[in-house]
């Protein structure tokens, strides 16, 4: 760590400077505010300790040159004149700390180590940022097919604006990961990402969950809680599976859309926020909103732009890259040295269909990594239904029959014991209402006059 003493009292900087030296510093000195701006500006310190009466100017002028140069380097503030309200005003301007003379030195080398530790802190951070950054960046966007190229196009575009953006596809197909890349090529990127899964919440959670609670709102809230709303504010808020969105819920998402602000449950009050909203969903909106089951001005709010991320099986010529970003990922996460794949095995990744889309490619690769025994990943290291599709599908035809009558048995028994009330049907099968009204409709279950 470098350190600064800028400091006209020669001894005083000396004593300073030789007590930090044993302590492991390195240290320089600057005697006056002018020689103090020139050392920082042409050199790099981590931490500055500023007298305030300077020969030349005071302290409190030296530090808003210094903060021009580099804010984020902390100032300590060293000086006789212990003024409580100079302390208070640099330290709104965003001081380190401010001590008196004489200085204790041992609490002097507190506050330094102090200082240390924000520094380690805002480094790691900005390593995490740049990790975060690197790994969901469109360089790192797989797009070698037409469509694929078309798709990134558009998000790129779409990035630089502060539309709201529905991102479209099947389940697999990266929608999580591509409004990662959107938000970290967008202004925004130095604000919060928050991911909500609203397929995962229970109905009665989701408003609370987005908009917050304050104390006592609800059985159970025994503190105020923020909102993904709040928490996302200055950034972006990713809402997964959004057509399971209750509608009690859908007319308060509009409001929000529309006014920019929220409302607490439990509270009177309303609170400003700036959220971008990228949404996304595996099912047809369009449709959805035809049949009455959301709201059509939501879905117009929510989709200024609309993205479609095309099943893997209609970009197949993607698989190969994708099996050596996967291949070099799970090679390294398992301390293997796994060179690729042999034909055989290539050829059966290339003709299969992936229902799971890249999700289950990703997991057929680590999984046979870890299995492998050799530098190639063979046929043998592939899943069974990889290598025989003919007799997997067969098996899940049948399969999925018999969970498709025995779901529609135990739906049909929950709502003839609840009076056909779907409230409580949902609730004593551990459902959301949106996700059993969904489920009687795919299962073709209506109620009989």
């Known amino acids: 760590m470098r350190i600064l003493i800028i400091e006209d009292e020669k001894p005083s900087a000396e004593a300073l400077r030789e007590f930090l030296l044993d302590k492991g510093y390195e240290v320089e000195i600057a005697g006056s505010g002018a020689e ?10 981590d931490i500055v300790l500023l007298d305030w009466k300077l020969p030349d100017m005071e302290g409190d002028r030296v530090f808003e040159r210094l903060r021009e140069i580099n804010p984020a380097v902390p100032v300590i503030f060293i000086t006789a004149y212990g003024m409580i309200e100079r302390a208070v005003n640099v330290l709104r301007k965003g001081a380190f700390y401010y001590m008196t003379k004489p200085i204790e030195l041992e609490e002097l080398l507190h506050l330094i180590k102090e200082a240390e530790e924000k520094i380690n802190l805002r480094r790691e951070v900005e390593v995490l940022r740049e990790t975060v950054k690197e790994k969901f960046s469109f360089e790192n966007f797989v797009a070698n097919s037409g469509l694929m190229q078309d798709v ?4 790129m575009r779409a990035a630089k604006s502060n539309a709201n953006i529905l991102i479209t596809g099947e389940s697999g197909t990266g929608k999580e990961m591509l409004a990662r890349i959107i938000h ?5 990127a130095q604000g919060p990402f928050v991911a909500v899964n609203l397929a995962a919440l229970p ?7 987005l908009f917050g609670a304050e104390k006592g709102a609800y059985t159970g809230a025994d503190r105020t809680r923020p909102g993904k709303f709040q928490i996302a504010s200055g950034g972006t808020l990713f809402l997964d599976e959004i057509s399971e969105i209750p509608p009690s819920v859908q007319v308060k998402l509009l409001r929000v859309i529309q006014e920019k602000e929220i409302q607490p449950l439990g509270s009177a009050k309303t609170i400003k926020i700036d959220v971008r909203i990228i949404s996304a969903t595996n099912r047809d909106l369009r449709k959805m909103v035809d049949e009455g089951e959301f709201r059509q001005d939501l879905y117009y709010r929510l989709n200024v732009i609309e993205i479609h991320l095309p099943p893997l099986r209609k970009r197949k010529e993607e698989i190969p ?3 050596e970003v996967f291949l070099k990922r799970y090679s390294k996460a398992n301390k293997k040295q796994v060179k690729g794949l042999t034909r055989e095995a290539m050829e059966t990744l290339m003709r299969y269909h992936y229902p799971g889309n890249i999700r289950e490619l990703e997991n057929i690769i680590e999984r046979a990594v870890v299995l492998t025994r050799g530098d190639y990943i ?9 290598r025989n599709p003919e007799t997997k599908g067969r098996k899940a035809s049948a399969l999925a029959e018999r969970l498709r009558q025995e779901e529609r048995k135990i739906i049909l028994e929950a709502l003839e014991e609840t009076g056909w009330n ?19 409709k795919t299962l073709g279950i209506k109620r009989k006059n």
């Open 36 to 45: 103090g701006i020139e050392k920082f500006s042409s050199s790099t310190f």
């Open 152 to 155: 990134l196009s558009l998000a």
């Open 184 to 188: 970290n090529a967008s202004y925004r």
């Open 203 to 209: 109905e009665t959670l989701i408003e609370s969950e």
């Open 321 to 323: 890259y994708l099996i």
């Open 378 to 386: 063979g046929l043998e290291d592939l899943p069974f239904h990889v």
């Open 422 to 440: 779907q409230s409580e049907a949902a609730r004593r099968l551990g459902l959301s209402e949106s996700t059993l009204r969904y489920r009687m």
